[in-house]
Nanobody
Framework: QVQLVESGGGLVQAGGSLRLSCVAS????????MAWFRQAPGKEREFVAR????????YYADSVKGRFTMSRDGAKNTMYLQMNGLKPEDTAVYYC?????????WGRGTQVTVSS
């Protein structure tokens, strides 16, 4: 049974930092692309960042570029999202995602709230 569990969310003041983690279990995900998405209240889920299966390539949404850094640890089946310079508009539920056609798995999300 594949399971993704996020952690690290919380309440932080604007300008602060948080580090999200997502542990994947149920199979080895070394050949999967890993990604983070987020969904703010009343809005659709949006892409935040993704990392290649090797970990050598990352891609970010323009809204987080230069502030967020994604990484992965293949040995631990874990992905991370280091979030610096947080803004109130970063407030959302953050979801981790792993996919390799035709498989696509999601975590249940972790809440990030940034106060002004």
């Amino acid at each position: 049974q594949v399971q993704l569990v996020e952690s690290g969310g919380g309440l932080v003041q604007a300008g602060g930092s948080l580090r999200l983690s997502c542990v994947a279990s149920g199979r080895t995900f070394s050949s999967y692309i890993m990604a983070w998405f987020r969904q703010a209240p009343g809005k659709e889920r949006e892409f935040v960042a993704r990392i290649s299966s090797s970990g050598g390539s990352t891609y970010y949404a323009d809204s987080v570029k230069g502030r967020f850094t994604m990484s992965r640890d293949g040995a631990k089946n874990t992905m991370y999202l280091q979030m610096n310079g947080l803004k109130p508009e970063d407030t959302a539920v953050y979801y981790c995602n792993v996919w390799k056609n035709p498989y696509n798995y999601w975590g249940r999300g972790t809440q990030v709230t940034v106060s002004s």
